[in-house]
C-alpha cells in the first residue's frame, strides 16, 4: 500500500471514529448513557454494529473519546521537556501552552457533556481509570530519565498528576457552574499556575533534563 493510500486510510479511520463519538455522545445526552445501546449508537452513525465495537471496544470511551490522548499527555510533555527544564517545570509550561491553544482535552463550556460524565458512575470510574493511566505513564517515564524505578518517581509522578486530575474537575466544576468558555480557560491558567507552583519546593528540581 502506497504512503498515500495509507494517509487516506487513517483520515477516514479518524473521521469514521469521530462521526461515531459525535452520534453516541449526542445520544447519550439525550436519553442517558446506560439507556443507549451500541446498535442505537450504530444506526444513528450509520455504520454497522461491529464498526462502532472495532473503533470502541469500551462503551465508556465513546464519550471519553480522546483516552489515548489523555494517557499519553503528561509523560510526553516530561519526555519532550526543554535541556534545564525539570519535570515539574515541563508539565506546567505544557498545561498552560494547552490552554492557550484551547486543547479539547482542557474543559470548555459543554454543560451537557460534562454532566453526562458527572452524573454516569460508569463514565466516572472509566475517567478514575484513565487518569490512574496517565499518572502510571509519568511514572515511567520518570524512572526512565532518572535511572531511579523505585518509590521517589512513582511519588513524583502521583504529585505531578494529581494536579492535571485536579484541575480536571476544576474545569468541570467551572463549566457546570455556567461560566464561559474563557472565563474558564482564564481560571485554569490561574489555577494551574498557582497548583504548580505549591510543588515547587519539593520537586522544583526534579528530574531536570
Known sequence: MSVRAEGL????KRRTRQM???????LFKERGFDKVTIAEVASAAGVA???VTNHFPLKEDLVLDMHEEHVSTLARAVG????GESALAALRRDYLERVRRRDPLIPDDDIAWQRLVRDTPALRARLRQIHEQAEHALAAVLADE????GITSKLAAAQLAAVDRLLFFEGQR??????????????LAETADHAFGLLEPALGGYARR
Do not use: C, F
Not at 486510510?9 to 477516514?12: I, Y
Not at 461515531?20 to 449526542?26: E, F, G, L, R, V
Not at 519532550?80 to 535541556?83: A, G, S, T
Open 174 to 187: 467551572l463549566v457546570l457552574d455556567g461560566m464561559s468558555s474563557e472565563e474558564i480557560y482564564t481560571l
Open 146 to 149: 532518572t535511572g531511579d524505578a
Open 80 to 83: 519532550q521537556r526543554e535541556p
Open 9 to 12: 486510510r487513517e483520515v477516514k
Open 20 to 26: 461515531i463519538s459525535d452520534a453516541a455522545t449526542q
Open 49 to 51: 454494529k461491529m464498526t
